[in-house]
């Protein structure tokens, strides 16, 4: 017979038998070491004692400390026990002398109360409520009494005024339970969930005391009271996480922080665990009034569709394979697990949340009132509402069990079978075989309701399983899901995005932006463990992420391009220095739709970049408008191409072609706004100008990071070099000045005649003056890569006939090469390599094979065919005149464009500075192809090689180093 609270019954009614399926005696010893009074009083029920502490271990552990309380069950009600825990912790709170006393009074009312209710539970003289509903009033007077202790404690220093009502011993100070405490359905071992605030208005301290500075230490010992271990062992564990942002708020804050922060920032999740709030402790008027001013946060009168969208969105994250999913009782969370009594929460809190803003009936905290408050309103089916309170009432009691077997905070049922067997005993199974068919029918009838309601709704699950990111600590689905993709710290992921689910970071601070936040972050997650190193991706994401200014705009291109974020993984993942472009201008992310942006730079038509931009600044409309035009074209170009060069879908030469094609049209397009500018402030041009190319811009070489070498050459009349020189400021400005879309190129003009002491536009004599007669043989090396950028009438020719007539005049070869050798030294000693990937300064690196290359084009331009501004069509020239044997053209030609190949991908991923431990595997093993290597350390083996070949090679050809 199963009795109620209410029936005058002992806790412990004579003629208990054993527990099904177990025989007396595996516990003898428990019972025989009691005091024989109490062997005495207990023996009608010892068969029942003994199977019951030798399947939990944690009740005999309390029958033999507090042998007193055992005894009193025998002849006491469980109502009668708790009155009496009860009463002894008022009398602690009141008259404790100090912390020690205090505490180990609140441990052994806790631990009478414990080994009663387990008691009446087991011996069906309370039913489950009965349970929850005891165990709560202990935890609520736990609570009060710690907090009137401590407040005594202080007032007894002079930091708190003197209690006058125990019931309220600091006015202005209240304490909120949430969750399980909340709804009056405590557990056996449950955290208690709380949140502690202060009015300050109503707030009673002495003037000296600062709320900010006393307030958290006095919470801070309440909770130490309740949750240390001491001997006695421990009241509750206090989780103090539901408060607002309580990563970076004190443990107590204002009322009025804590409504602003709701008012502005406050997610779905916290609605949901709200419904649950009540006064626990302190100040009960005051938080009568809170919470009044809470209820438009937790009940919203009228909800748009984003809103209803966010709510269905708390249960769609864990909708992953509806009524058919797979359950086995054994390891299985009772609570959190699939079919458990967080989904028949879901099941009530839901509904709760969409019709509770205008509907009275259903605003009920505790899950099975608000189960029948909804039946009532026919917001859900009179069947599945007796069913889901049925087997809640089983899954908590089951629960129960779990918990008193060993006093622990789990809800899991074990998975060593002796341990299972013991939980089916004490649950009244007899064959645990039996017990794991009932556990898992209700598993599946349970999930079976939830599928049912949100069946039409899109999952928001991960592919590999359950992804829940909002509250104060992950489900172990959760984490089993993360670990299953890969991720190595699962918790830490966890929290990451929890933090941005809670608009923690300022892409996600508006409520939109959250609601596609979790939208999109199951793919995120799914598309960071395609990469094969999710914790990489997750690190890079996360820079990304962080930095953004604003978030919608980018979350909701990925949450309506599915592919988009599996590209932008894979960039973020190899390419830091593109991922730091992307969180500046999430305007990127545009670009990525865009249908050229994947076609191959070997299908672009000639002139496409010019063509495209040509138009972009027609529509411009002003000088100012026609730069940041300029800088956002160029910038989404230049994003194409390093993301062309990450895939392996552009080659060094094609990628350098690409760039210059782009720096090109860039600086002819500024020239004519420079023109433009120029004219508009001074008068027409007087004659002709044009623009030459030098260095890597030249030679059609130019990466992701490289300055722009030019020279502005004109020819006019008197007027002409103040013109061209005002021009030139307005071309260098044009180009290099930060604007609001940030600079288009880094200009470099020492290369012109006399550099830094020269003018910044050379006329035409000068420049036809200087380069035969003063120039040093590094410049003339210069020029052998010149080539006319903007500008085609007769000055561009006249510009080229001078310097292909300067580079044609005869030389002494050993001269050439002394200079040469010099320069190349003075470069090593004044810029040594800044490391073994620095491929432009080391030995044997790209500067060695330039300076062969443009050593023989000067001693050999007046004979024969060699000038080319490309070093690689220079090198080709060289061994078709005879002038370079075929085997070092070879091995020239393949090192400089492995070298170049692999500086490209380098620069566009990491910048100028490469370190390989700082790089992704999945970057690496990119790099590494380049070389048709598998490992990096291949590659940087083969480079060596090959550029000790090259410095062999320089060394023949020009002079020893």
């Known amino acids: 017979m199963t009795h109620t609270a209410l029936d005058p019954v002992p806790t412990l009614p004579a003629g208990l038998a054993p527990l099904p399926g177990r025989a007396p005696g595996k516990a003898g010893h428990v019972l025989a070491a009691l005091p024989d009074t109490v062997q005495a009083v207990i ?25 007193d309380t055992l005894m009193a069950c025998a002849s006491e009600t469980p109502d009668r026990l708790m009155t009496m825990a009860i009463d002894n912790l008022r009398i602690a709170g009141a008259g404790a002398p100090d912390i020690s006393a205090l505490d180990a009074a609140l441990r052994q009312a806790k631990s009478d109360a414990h080994l009663v209710t387990a008691l009446a539970d087991l011996a069906g003289v309370w039913d489950v409520r009965a349970v929850t509903r005891a165990m709560t009033e202990l935890a609520d007077a736990a609570l009060q009494a710690a907090l009137h202790a401590h407040v005594r404690f202080l007032a007894e220093q002079g930091r708190a005024h003197p209690v006058s009502d125990p019931a309220n011993p600091l006015p202005g100070v209240l304490i909120l339970a949430l969750g399980k405490m909340g709804t009056g359905d405590l557990n056996y071992s449950s955290d208690i969930d709380l949140v502690a605030v202060y009015d300050a208005e109503k707030l009673a301290l002495p003037e000296s005391e600062e709320p900010r500075r006393r307030l958290p230490r006095l919470i801070q010992s309440v909770v130490k009271s309740l949750q240390d271990v001491t001997a006695d062992g421990y009241v509750f564990r206090v989780d103090l996480r539901l408060r607002p942002d309580p990563g970076a708020t004190p443990v107590i804050i204002s009322t009025d922080a804590a409504l602003h922060y709701y008012e502005s920032l406050g997610q779905t999740w916290e609605r ?46 864990i909708q992953t394979v509806g009524r058919r999913a797979e359950i086995r009782p054994a390891g299985h969370d009772l609570k959190l697990g699939r079919g458990g009594i967080r989904e028949i929460e879901f099941c009530a809190q839901i509904p709760q949340l969409v019709f509770g803003g205008r509907d009275l ?32 009432r089983a899954l908590r009691s089951w629960e129960h069990r779990v918990q008193m077997r060993q006093d622990e905070p789990s809800q899991t049922v074990p998975v060593d079978p002796q341990a299972r067997a013991d939980l089916a005993a004490l649950a009244g199974f007899a064959d645990c075989a039996e017990f794991e068919a009932e556990v898992e029918a209700c598993l599946q009838r349970v999930h079976g309701h939830f599928s049912d309601q949100f069946e039409h709704d899109e999952a928001l699950a991960s592919e590999a399983g359950s992804l829940i990111l909002t509250g104060v600590e992950p489900t172990p689905d ?29 892409a996600v601070r508006s409520t939109r932006a959250r ?27 996360a820079a990304f992420f962080e930095n953004l200014p604003m978030g919608v705009q980018p979350l909701s291109l990925l949450s309506n391009e599915p592919g988009l974020a599996s590209d932008l993984i894979g960039i973020l993942t190899l390419a830091p220095r593109l991922a730091a472009d992307l969180a500046r201008r999430p305007a990127l992310l545009d670009a990525m739709l865009d249908d050229r942006f994947s076609v191959p730079l070997e299908q672009d038509a000639p002139g496409s970049f010019q063509a495209m931009l040509g138009e972009a600044l027609a529509r411009a409309g002003d000088y100012e408008a026609e730069l940041n ?118 200009v470099d003009m020492q290369l012109r005649p006399s550099g830094k002491a020269g003018p910044v536009a050379v006329s035409l004599s000068r420049f036809d003056s200087y380069y035969p007669h003063e120039a ?48 190349r030294r003075k470069l090593a000693e004044a810029k040594p390599p800044k490391s073994a990937w620095d491929l432009k300064a080391r030995p044997g690196g790209l500067q060695d094979i330039e300076f062969i290359a443009q050593t023989l084009q000067l001693i050999h331009a007046d004979k024969q065919d060699v000038l080319r501004a490309s070093t690689r069509d220079a090198l080709a020239a060289l061994g078709e005149a005879g002038l370079l044997p075929a085997g070092e053209v070879k091995l020239l030609t393949e090192t400089l464009q492995l070298e170049l190949g692999v500086l490209q991908m380098i620069r566009c991923a990491h910048g100028s500075g490469f370190d390989p431990a700082q790089a992704s595997s999945g970057f690496a093993a990119r790099l590494a192809e380049l070389g048709g290597c598998r490992k990096i350390e291949a590659l940087e083996a083969a480079l060596d090689t090959r550029m000790a070949e090259v410095r062999k090679v320089f060394e023949r050809r020009i002079g020893k180093m």
């Open 361 to 392: 009936r259903v605003r009920t905290p505790a899950t099975l009132a608000a189960l029948d408050a909804l039946d009532e309103v026919g917001a859900i089916e009179p069947d599945a509402a007796e069913a889901l309170k049925r087997d809640y």
């Open 776 to 823: 040093w043989t590094w410049e003339m090396m210069a020029l052998t890569r010149a080539r006319i950028i903007a500008g085609d009438g007769p000055l561009a020719r006249a510009v080229e006939a001078s310097f292909d007539r300067a580079l044609k005049r005869p030389r002494d070869a050993r001269g050439v090469k002394a200079d040469a050798l010099a320069m």
């Open 515 to 541: 609601t596609l936040f979790a939208r999109i972050a199951p793919q995120l997650v799914d598309r960071m463990a395609a990469t094969g190193e999710p914790d990489a991706a997750m690190t890079r994401f």
């Open 629 to 746: 035009t300029a800088r956002r074209r160029v910038r989404e170009e230049r994003f194409r191409i390093g993301t062309q060069i990450l895939k392996g879908t552009a080659s060094a030469q094609t990628a350098g072609a690409a760039f210059s094609a782009m720096a090109d049209a860039s600086l002819a397009a500024m020239a004519r706004s420079a023109q433009d500018e120029t004219e508009r402030r001074y008068g027409a041009m007087p004659g002709e100008g044009v623009i030459l190319g030098m260095g890597k811009l030249g030679g059609r070489e130019l990466a992701a990071d490289s300055d722009l070498d030019i020279m502005i050459i004109y020819e006019g009349d008197e007027t002409a070099s103040s013109w061209f020189g005002r021009f030139a400021t307005r071309l260098i400005s044009a180009v290099s000045a930060p604007t609001e879309e940030g600079e288009l190129y880094t």
């Open 478 to 506: 959760t984490i089993r899901t993360l670990e299953k993709l890969g991720f190595s710290n699962p918790a830490s992921v966890w929290a990451t995005l929890n933090g941005w689910a809670a608009g923690r970071v300022r």
């Open 272 to 317: 949901a665990a709200w419904i649950k709030a009540r006064a626990s402790a302190g100040d009960h008027a005051a938080a009568r009034d809170f919470l009044g001013h809470m209820q438009p946060f937790i009940w919203r009168r009228s909800l748009d569709y984003a809103a209803i969208d966010d709510i269905r969105g708390l249960a769609r994250q």
């Open 43 to 67: 023996a009608p029920v010892a068969d029942f004692l003994d199977t019951v502490f030798a399947a939990a271990p944690y009740l005999a552990r309390l029958a033999q400390r507090r042998p």
